[in-house]
């Protein structure tokens, strides 16, 4: 009996160790997921793996479902692949436009439609070049110097129709 005696004794002793500072024991949940990485909406502290849903920084209460979602990097490849694209094809359009547009607005007007045309074609490789001069002088990449181009062809075509 006496062996057995201290035994009983320690659950409570380990009981009464516990932090007498904290009024009521936070809750406890799954650990907040860790991708996509999750920030607190105050500090920006990471809360990947906290089991509380207290920022350890701050002390800010959060819940993890509303917190906002960072893309992945993934979305933020797609989005950037797409964004390129959509650049590179509306600059070539755009120069396409830019080039042609003047020849057909013109075209009569001025009289001269041979002229114009060999004018219009002539600058769109101007400004083709200077775009390509631009991309490797600066280190852009081909989707921002053909939107430049294309804007460029389209701001001179404009300036001719108007
Ligand atoms: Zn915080």
Redesign the pocket.
């Known amino acids: 009996m006496n062996a057995e005696q201290p035994e009983e004794h320690e659950p409570a002793k380990l009981v009464e160790l516990q932090p007498l500072d904290l009024e009521q024991p936070p809750p406890r949940h799954l650990p907040v997921p860790e991708n996509p990485p999750l920030h ?6 990471n809360l990947t793996g906290l089991v509380s849903r207290r ?6 209460h959060f819940k993890v479902r509303s917190l906002p979602r960072p893309a992945t990097i993934e979305e933020q490849d797609r989005t950037a692949i797409h964004s390129d694209r959509i650049a590179f094809r509306g600059g070539i359009l755009l120069l396409i436009v830019g080039t042609v547009a003047p020849m057909v607005f013109l075209d009569g007007s001025g009289g001269s439609s041979v002229s114009l045309r060999f004018l219009m074609v002539g600058c769109s490789a101007i400004i083709l070049t200077t775009a390509c001069i631009y991309k490797g002088f600066f280190q852009r990449t081909w989707p921002e110097a053909m939107l430049l181009a294309g804007l460029g062809s389209a701001t001179l075509a404009a300036l001719l129709i108007f």
């Open positions: 607190c909406l105050q500090c920006g502290y920022c350890p920084e701050c002390g800010t």
